[in-house]
């Protein structure tokens, strides 16, 4: 659990007086999360998430919040923010910007199952088709994040990181970033971020890594996520097709992201690797705080260099 920023019964109570949610009955802390605060609230008109925002700006929060809406608005299953009484999708609390939200029923997975994988294939594709009508606002240029990151890094890592690090920067100048189709994404849709009831999906929460990418990152972020097993270095190469297969029913590939596919896949997984090594080596202070072992990503990032190209789907 992440607790950076913890809350008293009293300053929770008087800030939902801001909202028309009833009163506050409850709260705890979620025993999930790594950069942000977040607690369940119940109150006498029902059960709800708050968010205390650390990972990202205020001035970041309307995007994310105006893409959540869009997508539930296109029949797109997420767990949605709950209007102040002014209106404003978000507030202040502790000096944070604070998110009340719906609460999903079903519960994350662990290990997802075939069905599952493929909805959540499918669930994609439906999210990057409703992007395209959205401005490409928040852009992040993922090549020259994980750049500048990884010369902060590179001090601190052993000569075999380093020279893995640097191959997968040299190989993701080779993608075309630039004539990829780009929009909005959830940039972080692993498995604890879709709530499942059995093989239903319920809705899917966290957007706070949401900016503005090439979608085809979101689908390798969420292939690796999905079919990569940490605990045994393993890549389920078959759930991996039939995620490509319910993505591309709604959404197919084109010849760049064909092409820029493999090289992705790398770029996804060296991302997370980075942002682990981050939180390993510049940690964050907090009250209750959850790291995660940067070596699992490493060793993804390993198979992928090492293993044979993912097949497109047919």
Known sequence: MSVYTPITHEQLERYLQQYTVGQLIDFQGIEAGVENTNYFVTTTQGSFVLTLVESVSDTQLPFILDYIEHLTQQ?????????????????????????????????PLDTPNDQQASIIGLTLAQMHRAAESLRADQAIHIHQWC?????????????????????????????????????????????????????????????????????????????????????????????????????QSVRPLNNDEQRSFGAMLQVAAMRFWLSRLRDSHFRKEGEVVTRKDPDG????????????RLPMAS
């Open 75 to 107: 029949g797109i299953a997420c767990a949605t923010p709950i209007h102040l009484n002014n209106q404003q999708l978000f507030g202040q609390l502790n000096d944070r910007p604070a998110v009340l939200m719906s609460r999903l029923d079903g519960a």
């Open 147 to 247: 750049h500048s990151l990884g010369d902060k890094l590179m001090p601190h890592l052993c000569a075999e990181d380093q020279q893995l690090l640097q191959y997968n920067l040299q190989q993701a100048e080779l993608i075309t970033w630039d004539r990829l189709p780009n929009g909005p994404i959830h940039a972080d849709l692993f498995p604890d971020n879709a709530l499942f009831d059995g093989d239903n999906l319920c809705g899917l929460i966290d957007f706070y890594h949401a900016c503005s990418a090439p979608y085809l990152y979101d689908l390798c972020i969420t292939l690796n996520a999905w079919c990569y097993n940490e605990t045994d270095a393993s890549y389920d190469f078959n759930k991996a097709l039939l995620i490509l297969d319910s993505y």
């Open 297 to 308: 990503k490493r060793q993804l990032l390993k198979l992928l260099g090492e293993h044979q």
